[in-house]
């Protein structure tokens, strides 16, 4: 691959509501492949963006490192890398869920709707109603990251959903290379999003999947995000 991962800590940072544990099966099986050494912090609810950039900044006083994650993880590392440019190796963006403000992003009205369920329904109510319109996969995942989380994950999912990410003008200032992954078939998530980041910097490709595909495997993102800094 153009961009050499041995050796090197691989920070990844979970999506809104989600956890370590899936972010860990997402990425570490294609980082290990390629030598690199990978670190999955536990959202911290309370504090979920500072708590992910506390994670990279400790993680970042051995060295360089490469940093990633998926949907508000991949937003937070992305920014990170771009106020860090000496200290990243690379970028591991997994299903950018939006450019810039979230206004109307899809994954940040989920987010905010999601927290004002949890907070007036409480948490059991919640994973119904998230269960009756989730594929069965997804439903798992998140009844436990949602229920590993609670109480405090109303705050997690409000901080998410106000996120400035980073703009395309930003994103044009990216000096490490970028590997971003993205479902073509996630409105959440849309492909259109990643794609915007792969335009927008100078050395960035994409690689894609399906829903379906990641719903069989998780490993998908991050062996899109490898290969797609094999393509650099």
């Known amino acids: ?14 999506g809104t509501g989600s956890d370590d544990d899936y972010v860990y099966r997402a990425f570490a099986p294609a980082l290990h492949g390629v030598g690199a050494r990978v ?3 536990a959202p911290e609810p309370t504090r979920l963006v500072e708590g992910y ?3 990279i900044d400790d993680a970042a006083r051995d060295g360089p490192v490469a940093v990633g994650g998926i949907s508000i993880g991949a937003a937070v590392a ?7 440019p000496r200290h990243v190796v690379a970028v591991l963006a ?3 869920a939006w450019t810039g403000r979230p206004d109307t992003a899809a994954a940040a009205l989920s987010a905010g709707y999601t927290a004002a369920a949890l907070r ?4 059991a109510s919640a994973i119904a109603k998230m269960t009756a319109s989730s594929p069965a996969w997804l439903a798992q995942e998140l009844t436990r990251s949602w229920v590993g989380q609670w ?3 109303p705050d997690a999912m409000e901080a998410a959903a106000h996120y400035v990410a980073p703009t395309a003008r930003e994103l044009e200032s990216l000096a490490a290379p970028m590997g971003v992954a993205a479902a073509t078939d996630d409105p959440v998530h849309p492909v259109e999003v990643a794609a915007e ?3 927008a910097a100078a050395n960035a490709a994409l690689r894609t999947f399906t829903l379906d595909e990641l719903g069989a495997d998780p490993g998908v993102v991050g062996a899109a995000c490898v290969a797609a800094l094999g393509d650099l």
């Open 120 to 123: 007036r329904d409480g948490l």
């Open 39 to 41: 670190v999955t912090p």
């Open 197 to 199: 980041w792969v335009t």
């Open 53 to 55: 950039l506390d994670a």
């Open 1 to 14: 691959m153009a961009v050499d991962l041995q050796g090197v800590t691989a920070v990844l940072l979970a």
């Open 151 to 153: 109480p405090d994950l």
């Open 78 to 84: 992305t920014a990170w890398a771009l106020s860090h």
């Open 94 to 96: 997994g299903l950018p």
